[in-house]
Nanobody, 116 residues
Framework: QVSFVESGGGLVQAGESLRLSCVASGDAWRLWSLGWYRQVPGKEREFVASVNTDGQHFYGDSVKGRFTVSRPDYANTLYLQMNDLQPEDTAVYYC??????????WGQGTQVTVSS
């Protein structure tokens, strides 16, 4: 079995910060890379950030310099520190592995809403 449980979303004003958390469960090799994605209803999911057990970090262009992804001890808990949030960041945020994102398997996500 595999699962992804996200938490930490909420309603904030522009310029404020949030920290999202994700607990992933599954075979270790399937969780080599964990990342965050976001989606607005009616639009395609967008890649936000990821980190793998080789220590490589990747970020989408729209969040570089504002968001930081971390995976302490390269375990299966993933965080996303979001600073200087803007209304365009409003979306449902999901965590996933590279394998299950490719298979279109997703959890429930956590809602982030940013007001101006």
């Amino acid at each position: 079995q595999v699962s992804f449980v996200e938490s930490g979303g909420g309603l904030v004003q522009a310029g404020e910060s949030l920290r999202l958390s994700c607990v992933a469960s599954g075979d270790a090799w399937r969780l080599w890379s964990l990342g965050w994605y976001r989606q607005v209803p009616g639009k395609e999911r967008e890649f936000v950030a990821s980190v793998n057990t080789d220590g490589q970090h990747f970020y989408g262009d729209s969040v570089k310099g504002r968001f930081t992804v971390s995976r302490p001890d390269y375990a299966n808990t993933l965080y996303l520190q979001m600073n200087d949030l803007q209304p365009e960041d409003t979306a449902v945020y999901y965590c996933n592995s590279h394998i299950f994102a490719g298979r279109n398997f997703w959890g429930q996500g956590t809602q982030v809403t940013v007001s101006s």
